[in-house]
């Protein structure tokens, strides 16, 4: 069992790491206990010793905020930084919700989001 260390438990948090893990079959287990012995933490806090992935702010909201999005890298790999902060699992959570229709103001003459305005094929 893979044991995460977050600061706190939010839906979007709950929602990416499913989506993650789950149809993988690799069972893990979320906590906000410091104490506990864990593998590996997604947290703003960088005194951990385990590895270490730097939570997005945007994350641990329930609201849909504007954000500054752009190109980083993250292990070699292209990534997402969302104001600054390099987040592979934002990055999964940002494209499985399509959370950028909800913060453009874009939209084609039927009202939609334009897909070629969309990071997705962009980046």
Do not use: W
């Not at 893979?2 to 906590?31: C, H, K, M």
């Not at 292209?78 to 934002?90: E, L, R, S, T």
């Amino acid at each position: 069992m893979l044991r995460v260390f977050v600061d706190e438990i939010s839906p979007r948090i709950e929602y990416a790491f499913e989506f993650i893990f789950e149809p993988r079959g690799v069972e893990y287990q979320l906590t906000t206990d410091p104490s506990e012995e864990v593998d590996f933490a997604y947290s703003e806090s960088r005194n951990i010793s385990v590895p270490h992935i730097e939570m997005a702010d945007f994350m641990r909201k329930s609201t849909i905020t504007s954000i500054s999005l752009m190109v980083s890298e993250f292990e070699g790999m292209d990534c997402y930084a969302f104001d600054g902060v390099v987040d592979p699992i934002a990055s999964v959570f940002y494209h499985l919700t399509r959370y950028e229709e909800y913060i453009s103001n874009t939209k084609d003459e039927y009202g939609r989001f334009p897909f070629l305005v969309s990071e997705a094929p962009q980046n």
